[in-house]
């Protein structure tokens, strides 16, 4: 008997990725709308910027322009979270980084589930934040001990998937049968049910608590809340989306427009009223509304290494203070204007922002590396290389999240009322205890991957090492 090969991660992550993108246009067709309008500006952005194509070319980005997509789940128990790090291990997605949202407001702590070296997020980026609600924010003991005895009762994984995921553990991998079939059973969590859990009543409770918190408790799954296509100009998809008969949130999240991107600008559509069928206490079916589900766009610049990221917080937390307020439909133009004013004094420059330290970039040895005398550079510099032409660089695109971007799209789509702010504190050792892992430091990632380019360039230059 012959033993089958097994798929490799990146090929079930790409394929999961597409049939979870085909799932949700069906259940929400907007988006299908939204993904052709993203595809149109993409082509005209790149028609109007060669220096930008040739950027894209040069990091191999423009292969994965168009997969480019991340989703958001929101689960209700850590079973349920450790289960589902043991499934996205199937496609090579690892827990990165941790985010509290709970000081802005929303109940729930989160990681990336993401590929972490660049030839796997060449191969498919797809990337699903994973948020775990925190029972112990909500505020009123009998509400938080019914809300647990709910999601006790539960079970978000087909018995099916689970023989999979364990024998992905024991076995080592999964031939492409066996890929196919737990592509399919996958689906089933993270598809959308119309029929609630709970009676209207209940469901009002844990609304009235927070729209999140009853968006985790009262269904049967985690359905995904959204899908988010790459696009090249945010700017444009936002002005261009009421011509679509798509709304647009009033504000994009991040930094401000720039000839230079840096890590993650986001906007959306508001989320869909979708019409839930609720239980009575008598046995009844009551029809009632739900409000969760949205459409997101991002997109995406340079990772920014720590010093770039203090410089960032400093610089919207100062715009932010000078509003004074939300930002909202009211104010998004003052706001923009602030944003702008502050921003001044974030380098745009890519030159500018490598010789401060503010960002990471890769290295690629030129055709000119190649060509000329080894000896010739052996005691150069990495910046006399590069002004010398044996080296260049392009920015490291940022694959990871900005917890006051994830706040304000959760906040943005969950109902404008007036902002709530948790007690509690942070709790990464929790949240990793109840993951059944520690979560990897993004930025330790981006280090690594601007070495291992450093690595290749002086190899390419016969050198033994190099570095900044």
Same mark, same amino acid.
């Given at each position: ?25 069906? /259940?929400? *067709?907007?988006?299908?709308? $939204? ?13 109007? @910027? ?17 997969? /480019? ?61 994973? @948020? $775990? $609600? ?6 009123? *003991?009998?509400?938080? #001990? ?12 087909? =018995? ?13 991998? $999964?031939?492409? &049968? ?14 959308? &049910? ?12 844990? &609304? ?14 985690? &359905? ?17 989306? =009421? ?11 991040? =930094? =401000? ?22 239980? @009575? ?29 203090? !410089? ?13 307020? *939300? ?14 004013? #502050? ?7 890519? *030159? ?14 030129? /055709? ?7 000896? +010739?550079?052996?005691?150069?510099? !990495? ?35 007036? #902002? ?6 942070? +709790? ?36 033994? @090492?190099?570095?900044?």
């Amino acid at each position: 008997m012959t033993h089958q090969p097994f798929v490799h991660p990146d090929e079930i992550r790409a394929r999961f990725s597409r049939a979870m993108s085909d799932m949700y246009q069906v /259940e929400v *067709p907007l988006y299908g709308a $939204l993904l052709q309008l993203v595809a149109e500006i993409n082509g005209k952005t790149l028609e109007q @910027s060669p220096e930008l194509t040739r950027h894209l070319h040069q990091t191999g980005e423009i292969e994965r322009l168009s997969m /480019e997509r991340h989703g958001a789940i929101r689960v209700g128990t850590a079973a349920e979270l450790a289960t589902l790090r043991r499934l996205f291990a199937i496609m090579g997605m690892i827990p990165v980084g941790y985010y509290d949202l709970a000081p802005a407001g929303v109940p729930v702590h989160s990681t990336a589930f993401r590929a972490v070296h660049e030839a796997s997020l060449q191969a498919c980026p797809f990337r699903i934040f994973t @948020s $775990l $609600l925190r029972l112990d924010l909500i505020e009123q *003991p009998e509400l938080r #001990q019914q809300a647990a005895d709910i999601l006790a009762k539960r079970n978000i994984f087909t =018995p099916r998937l689970i023989e999979l995921i364990v024998q992905h553990e024991t076995a080592g991998g $999964l031939t492409h &049968h066996e890929a196919d079939d737990f592509i399919t059973q996958s689906l089933e969590t993270f598809r959308w &049910h119309n029929q609630a859990t709970v009676s209207a009543e209940i469901y009002q409770q844990l &609304h009235d608590q927070h729209r999140l918190i009853a968006d985790v408790v009262a269904f049967k799954g985690p &359905h995904i809340n959204h899908l988010t296509p790459r696009t090249l100009n945010i700017d444009a998809v936002q002005a261009a989306m =009421p011509k679509y008969n798509i709304t647009p949130k009033a504000v994009i999240e991040g =930094p =401000p427009p720039r000839h230079c991107p840096i890590l993650l600008r986001q906007t959306s559509f508001k989320a869909l009223e979708e019409k839930v069928a609720f239980v @009575s206490s008598g046995g009844h079916i009551v029809q009632g509304n739900h409000t969760a589900r949205f459409g997101e766009i991002e997109q995406r610049g340079a990772a920014l290494t720590a010093k770039g990221r203090h !410089l960032y917080d400093r610089l919207l937390q100062a715009a932010q203070d000078q509003l004074r307020v *939300p930002a909202n439909e009211q104010n998004a133009e003052q706001y923009m204007a602030i944003l702008h004013e #502050q921003f001044s004094q974030f380098p745009d420059d890519y *030159p500018i922002m490598r010789a401060e330290r503010l960002a990471y970039f890769r290295y690629f040895p030129t /055709e000119k590396s190649l060509k000329e005398p080894a000896i +010739s550079v052996q005691n150069l510099t !990495l910046d006399q290389l590069i002004e010398a032409g044996f080296i260049q660089f392009e920015p490291l695109v940022y694959e990871d999240f900005l917890p006051v971007s994830a706040a304000g799209i959760f906040q943005s789509n969950l109902g404008d009322k007036g #902002q709530s702010h948790f007690a509690g504190h942070s +709790s990464k050792q929790d949240f990793q205890r109840d993951l059944g892992s520690d979560v990897i430091d993004e930025l330790q990632l981006y280090e690594e991957t601007q070495q291992r380019s450093l690595t290749a360039c002086a190899a390419a230059l016969k050198r033994a @090492s190099l570095s900044l």
